[in-house]
Structure formats: C-alpha cells, structure tokens
C-alpha cells in the first residue's frame, strides 16, 4: 500500500516556478520529520529540505532563498515551493518521512527545467 504520493511536477523554463505535493497517509505524519530530496539520472539521491513537527526548516545549500517547505498536519500534506528553478533542479522529486523505525518514500514526481 502507498503511504506518500507527490504530485505537481511537470516541465518548466529556466526561472519559472513549481509547487509539489505529497499526501501522507501515515499515522505518524504529524509528529515526524518530513521532507523533500531528488534524483537526477545517473547521480546519487540528494537532500533538498526537511521540515520537523516543530516547523524547523532544513535547506541544502544548492536550493536555499529558492525552494520552501512547508505542512498541513490537518490534511497530511507537504509541499515544496520552488522558484528561480534551474536546469540543474532536474530531476526526480521524492517525499520522504523520518521515522525511528525507518523511512518512508514516495514513488516520486519528475521535475524538468529547460534553459
């Protein structure tokens, strides 16, 4: 059964902006950490942000004053802002919850920015 589904990823310009979205349906959502990473062709999955059930927010530094992230605990949602996109921000988006007993990954919303 899938617990994180994203949504919202679709081709865009160089300099344009897109909003993601992942719905949970995991129990826990609303105390555990959550967050965003992704996956280009070829590379090594990467950190993008996280959010914890305190509101703190974590960036990588590639995304940082362009990307926001943030949550609905009443709807079980995630989202991520992204402006000021880039070709380089292409690639898979993946949403991901933090769990003590393991992590929780969604099937992944593809993200394609063209120059």
């Known amino acids: 059964q899938v617990q994180l589904v994203e949504s919202g990823g679709g081709l865009v310009q160089a300099g344009g902006s897109l909003r993601l979205s992942c719905a949970a349906s995991?129990?826990?959502?609303?105390?555990?950490?959550v967050g965003w990473y992704r996956q280009a062709p070829g590379k090594q999955r990467e950190f993008v942000a996280t959010?914890?059930?305190?509101?703190?927010?974590n960036y990588a530094d590639s995304v940082k004053g362009r990307f926001t992230i943030s949550r609905d605990n009443a709807r079980m949602m995630v989202y991520l802002q992204m402006n000021s996109l880039k070709p380089e921000d292409t690639a898979v988006y993946y949403c991901?919850?933090?769990?003590?007993?393991?992590?929780?990954w969604g099937q992944g919303t593809q993200v394609t920015v063209s120059s």
């Open positions: 991901n919850l933090d769990s003590w007993s393991g992590d929780y």
């Open positions: 995991v129990s826990i959502f609303s105390i555990s950490t």
């Open positions: 959010i914890t059930s305190g509101l703190s927010t």
